[in-house]
């Protein structure tokens, strides 16, 4: 039966080839905006490089004073940091470490820039950098206030240019020379609390590291000895946070939170309403939106369909078809139609993921189709099949026989 449909289905399709093509181009063009899309989530919030111990870790990203006069959201200082979530039992180990920041330097008059971040020594134990040459500073380096720096090889790159090693060689940033322990793996841009040109000390931060103030540009991570201590570790902070003394009489509640990478990736600032709940939303909208045009233009198209074949249905219906299985059979030719559209959306996508890869319009940003994004497509070629061929077949079946006979 399904042979026979499927046949059908490709007649039909040849019948009309300017339908065919707005029809396939639709669904083709929309899967592959999908997928594009899917894989660019996919690879931010999927990708677990460096920090392969996401399962068991809770980022701190965020501080905010809330008061009646109004609030402040910053990133949390070193201070408050070391001397609150230090102070926390359950976990393992913590790591703090600041956002990045842009300066320029020059070689050979060439200006370069640089972006720089300051950690601490755990930050390389609780994260799984992958060195490519060298390795990272240790507690005695930053005890001793060494001037030291982990570089990117896109930066040695760069700044070196193409030697075999740079460990032990001076890279200059801010006016100041860093001797160079280690080359990691590069990271992209949108692994923004991670990423870097170069790795500092914070021991030697131009900026103080030890003011006592509860604003700053610090993050941290808190790594649990197993998945089960995450929520003890969530609710020890949660507690320890509203313990913590104002330090002015313009706020009256300090808020913070350990969160979950997912949670502080896409921290928004509004208590009242999850920042996954507003990126779940825009997605959502984006989808239905973006499937609502080619879906409507395809039921139209099969509404057309539909009348150009009533003659066969009148004469299938006085032969004794029913309403369910034409609706059926409708039905399947549709899917069929939208999965050859799926075959040439997916082609498609592997041609516009490998352009967006060799323009690198995010450098380290390297796009691929997986298994998840596969399925998405499926799933998104399947809908659509059903979403656009529901109403013409239940539009076909209510055909009435004798009229549809004298279309004939």
């Not at 825009?282 to 609502?292: E, N, P, R, T, W």
């Not at 079946?397 to 279309?407: G, H, P, Q, R």
Request: glycine share 6%; net charge positive; with cysteine.
């Amino acid at each position: 039966m399904l042979k026979n449909y499927f046949k059908i289905a490709i007649a039909v399709l040849k019948r009309r080839k300017f339908f065919t093509f707005i029809s396939l181009f639709g669904i083709s063009f929309t899967l592959t905006i999908l997928i594009v899309l899917t894989a660019f989530i996919d690879k931010v919030i999927g990708d677990d490089y460096p920090d392969r111990k996401r399962d068991r870790s809770l980022y701190i990203v965020r501080m905010e004073e809330v008061g009646k006069s109004g609030h402040s959201s910053t990133t949390p200082s070193f201070s408050f940091l070391d001397h609150y979530a230090g102070s926390l039992k359950t976990p393992e180990k913590m790591t703090i470490f600041s956002r990045y920041n842009g300066t320029n330097t020059y070689v050979n008059n060439k200006k370069i820039a640089i972006n720089y971040k300051y950690t601490d020594a755990n930050y390389w134990d609780i994260l799984e950098y992958q060195f490519l040459e060298g390795k990272p500073f240790t507690q005695q380096q930053l005890d001793n206030r060494e001037k030291v720096a982990v570089i990117s090889a896109d930066m040695k790159k760069e700044y070196f240019g193409n030697i075999p090693s740079v460990v032990g060689k001076y890279i200059e940033a801010d006016n100041v020379q860093y001797r160079v322990s280690g080359v990691v793996k590069n990271l992209p841009v949108t692994s923004y609390m991670l990423y870097s040109d170069i790795y500092l000390p914070y021991t030697i931060s131009k900026s103080d590291y030890k003011d006592k103030s509860y604003r700053g540009d610090y993050m941290a991570i808190l790594l649990a000895r197993s998945k089960g201590d995450l929520s003890k570790i969530h609710n020890e902070y949660e507690q320890l946070v509203s313990k913590v003394p104002m330090e002015s009489t313009e706020f009256d509640q300090i808020i913070s939170h350990a969160s979950s990478y997912v949670a502080s990736y896409v921290d928004t600032g509004n208590e009242k309403k999850s920042g996954v709940v507003y990126v779940l939303t825009a997605i959502g909208s984006f989808v239905f939106l973006f499937m609502l045009l080619p879906t409507l233009n395809l039921v139209n198209i099969n509404i057309t369909r539909i009348m150009e074949r009533s003659s066969e249905i009148g004469v299938r219906k006085a032969f004794g078809a029913s309403s369910r299985t034409l609706v059926y059979q409708f039905i399947v030719e549709n899917i069929i139609l939208t999965l050859l559209g799926g075959v040439i959306g997916m082609i498609l996508s592997l041609l516009a993921l490998y352009f967006i890869n060799e323009l690198n319009l995010i450098a380290n940003l390297e796009l691929t189709i997986n298994f998840t994004v596969l399925l998405c497509g499926l799933l998104v070629c399947l809908f659509f099949g059903l979403l656009s061929g529901v109403y013409p077949a239940w539009r076909m079946s209510k055909l009435n026989v004798v009229n549809a006979l004298k279309a004939k």
